[in-house]
């Protein structure tokens, strides 16, 4: 798939680290340092601008290293970029660690996933198809 990019940042394209890797990383693109301080959240840009095709989205979701170690987190997650959507790509970090962490530019802050999607249409009916689990909810398939 060949997706339109315009790259107003410092830094170079996302792109695939391996060969099996179904994101790519975002970097911040930021004229100075932002701190994040414990709970608090901002948006950071990338300096990114695309067109994907109708039929796809693009995911922001979080890093796994990032949030681990530091606890830093797409609030969103995952946040959804549309296929009409023009504006620069921004990712909502959240630090949800009780220490402060700093966003130096260039820094590798989110990861971006192009996945298709249907469209559905609604049938209203009456009633619904019986399963084995029934109307069962949070946690009713498991201990």
Do not use: C
Request: charged share 20%.
């Amino acid at each position: 798939m060949t997706i339109q990019i315009i790259n107003t940042s410092k830094h170079e394209l996302p792109n695939y680290e391996t060969i099996a890797s179904a994101g790519m990383d975002l970097r911040a693109n930021i004229d100075a340092a932002i701190t994040l301080k414990p709970l608090e959240r901002a948006i950071i840009k990338t300096g990114l601008f695309i067109a994907l095709p109708v039929g796809t989205e693009a995911q922001v979701r979080p890093r796994s290293g990032l949030a681990a170690k530091k606890g830093i987190t797409v609030l969103n997650a995952p946040g959804t970029v549309d296929a009409d959507y023009r504006g620069e790509i921004g990712v909502i970090l959240v630090n949800l660690s009780n220490e402060e962490f700093i966003i130096n530019d260039g820094e590798r802050i989110a990861q971006l996933v192009i996945a298709k999607h249907e469209r559905a249409e609604w049938q209203q009916v009456e009633v619904l198809s019986e399963t084995e689990r029934g109307a069962g909810g949070f946690g009713s398939t498991g201990v």
